[in-house]
Nanobody
Framework: QVQLVESGGGLVQPGGSPRLSCAAS????????VSWYRQAPGKARGLVAT????????NYGGSVKGRFTISSDNAKNMASLQMNSLEPWDTAVYCC?????????WGQGTQVAVSS
């Protein structure tokens, strides 16, 4: 059974730098493109960042470019999202997704709340 489990969320002060993790089991990470998405209250889910299956090429949504960094460790079946300079509008549930040629899987998400 495939599972993606996010961790690292919580209450963060503005300007904070939490690191989210996505631990995968039941699949071979190196065969999947991994993405982070977020959904703020009352808003549609949006793409935050993507990293290719080799863990080398990345893409970011415009609002996080230069502040967030996605990475992956295929040997550990884990992906991370380093978030810097957080602002209140970064408050959202953050989910990871693993997309293969024929399948895709989502984690349950982790809440990040940015507030002083």
């Amino acid at each position: 059974q495939v599972q993606l489990v996010e961790s690292g969320g919580g209450l963060v002060q503005p300007g904070g730098s939490p690191r989210l993790s996505c631990a995968a089991s039941g699949l071979t990470f190196s065969r999947y493109v991994v993405s982070w998405y977020r959904q703020a209250p009352g808003k549609a889910r949006g793409l935050v960042a993507t990293i290719d299956s080799a863990g080398s090429n990345t893409n970011y949504g415009g609002s996080v470019k230069g502040r967030f960094t996605i990475s992956s460790d295929n040997a550990k079946n884990m992906a991370s999202l380093q978030m810097n300079s957080l602002e209140p509008w970064d408050t959202a549930v953050y989910c990871c997704k693993a997309a293969g040629a024929w399948d895709k899987y989502w984690g349950q998400g982790t809440q990040v709340a940015v507030s002083s």
